[in-house]
């Protein structure tokens, strides 16, 4: 679980992030949304501990990221996976090689227990025999199965991801977010998606964070989120027609 | 301000690729991964280089010495001190500013470009360490690929001159032997050393730093190599006066 507190950050003299407070919940996908501008990287940013907060306080499993020394930081980031937008692999290395990189980096296991843990969590992902392909090899959505494969390999505690079904067509999308959800479930991982698709918003979103110029302005799950009367939501989440359909049948309870 | 600022950032990259060292067993293999991409798959270019210039400047003296008074050795004398005091170090620093430099700084702007460096920061891992300090080691060999540009620079100076009939064999032998100062050599390699660790670093900043696409990884390559270059000049400048004055 990562418990938020009035966080702000700002940069020079322009606020980005103006007192956000929420919770985070460990075995549920928890949604980051916005438009673009609102502050959803910066905050994504400080979660991962790449930005410190300007003021407020960030607790993961109730330690507090700023209040940890450079060792503690490390063990903490260690605990961490991360999916990033554009899947961010190595390219000079294998898939093999980029699943087994935070084992090789961080834990005394054999080449043989490594290898085992590689192609447990490659068949975890439906990319098993893809071992000796390079990332240029292999299609987007196969890039980012690598890349959960990756984030998951060393057992995190906490899963980000960073737009994970951008640039991928539908059903693809839909399959990398299940497999989130399911990982997460599985692992009773604490995963935070910073998502710009409404797709995921409705399917996955077991809570949901809606922030706007710095703050944020709702908080819910996609149970909830059709009832809410909040315009701003409503404009942002079910701006499209097919959308206003899709609520409109949720508040007919069809 | 702008450049001073620079080289604030610079320093605080140098600073870093020293600090929260990778763990050993992955720093050996990267090491020896910079080493053939550094130091072994530039040998190709270096050998026909110093060959074939070894064999330029050798015709080129050969055919400017028309006094009959003048020794024939002079041709041999000459080419030594030519290739062994700018020709080896200087000059083909300069070409690997361009085929090393360019490499390391299109290398590491992609890795920045497409979040690679921001995957290694998230897992905790020190990118700046992880990157640059086995291209600093690898390039720690670079001396030897001068000493091998000596050798074969001196090899085509002997070839042009016998074979091309400027000067005979016992004449060059002689001639490369005249005069011959030890420390020149010490010179020539400290000079590389320093070339090394500028070769090494300055691309990598370009590469570290670097904001934007793909377009902008192909203009940091080229002002990369335009920098690596200038520094090298302002580096032999003063190394010189400090060495040899």
């Given at each position: 679980m990562i418990v938020v507190k009035n966080v702000h950050k700002s940069f020079g003299e322009e606020e980005i992030l103006k007192g956000i407070s929420t919770t985070f919940l460990q075995g549920k996908t928890n949604l980051i949304i916005g438009?673009?501008?609102?502050?959803?990287?910066?905050?994504?940013?400080?979660?991962?501990?790449?930005?410190?907060?300007?003021?407020?306080?960030?607790?993961?499993?109730?330690?507090n990221y700023a209040t940890l020394g450079n060792n503690g930081r490390r063990k903490l980031r260690q605990q961490m996976g991360m999916v990033f937008q554009g899947s961010a692999l190595f390219d000079s290395m294998t898939v093999e090689e980029n699943v087994m990189f935070p084992l090789r980096m961080f834990t005394k296991q054999t080449r043989e227990e490594m290898l085992k843990r590689v192609n447990e969590v490659l068949e975890r992902v439906n990319l098993q025999g893809a071992n000796a392909k390079f990332p240029s090899e292999i299609s987007g959505g196969m890039q980012k199965r690598v890349a959960i494969a990756r984030a998951i390999v060393n057992k995190p505690k906490y899963l980000f991801c960073d737009e994970p079904n951008s640039g991928l067509d539908p059903k693809t999308a839909i399959l990398i977010d299940n497999l989130i959800q399911e990982i997460t479930r599985e692992n009773n991982i604490t995963t935070i998606i910073n998502s710009h698709d409404m797709n995921s918003v409705l399917e996955i979103g077991e809570q949901i964070v809606y922030l706007k110029d710095g703050l944020l302005e709702w908080e819910g799950n996609k149970d909830i989120i059709y009832k809410t009367d909040n315009e701003n939501i409503i404009n942002f989440v079910y701006s499209s027609e097919l959308f206003k359909k899709v609520r409109k049948a949720q508040l007919q309870g069809l | 301000m702008k450049y001073l600022q620079k080289i604030g950032q610079f320093i605080i990259m140098l600073r870093d690729v020293f600090r929260r060292m990778t763990k050993a067993s992955v720093l050996k293999d990267l090491i020896f991964k910079e080493i053939n991409d550094l130091i072994i798959k530039s040998l190709g270019i270096v050998v026909f280089v110093s060959f074939f210039i070894g064999g330029v400047v050798t015709i080129q003296t050969a055919l400017n010495l028309n006094n009959p008074l003048i020794p024939k050795s002079l041709i041999a004398f000459t080419a030594r001190q030519s290739i062994i005091l700018e020709f080896s170090p200087t000059f083909i620093s300069i070409i690997m500013a361009g085929k090393v430099g360019s490499y390391i700084t299109s290398s590491i702007g992609t890795m920045r470009v497409t979040e690679q460096i921001d995957a290694l920061e998230v897992m905790g891992i020190n990118a700046a360490n992880y990157l640059i300090f086995p291209k600093i080691i690898a390039m720690l060999l670079y001396p030897f690929v001068i000493a091998i540009s000596m050798f074969l620079g001196i090899m085509g100076a002997y070839i042009a001159g016998v074979m091309g009939g400027y000067i005979n064999s016992e004449q060059f032998l002689t001639g490369l032997q005249e005069d011959f100062i030890p420390y020149h050599l010490t010179y020539a390699f400290i000079k590389t050393f320093f070339f090394a660790l500028i070769l090494a670093t300055i691309p990598s900043y370009h590469g570290y730093y670097m904001k934007g696409g793909a377009l902008e990884v192909g203009q940091a390559s080229t002002t990369s190599f335009v920098w690596t270059s200038v520094v090298l000049i302002i580096a032999n400048y003063l190394l010189t006066q400090l060495l040899l004055s």
């Open positions: 438009q673009s501008g609102a502050g959803k990287t910066v905050f994504l940013k400080c979660l991962l501990g790449l930005f410190l907060p300007s003021k407020g306080s960030i607790s993961y499993d109730g330690e | -």
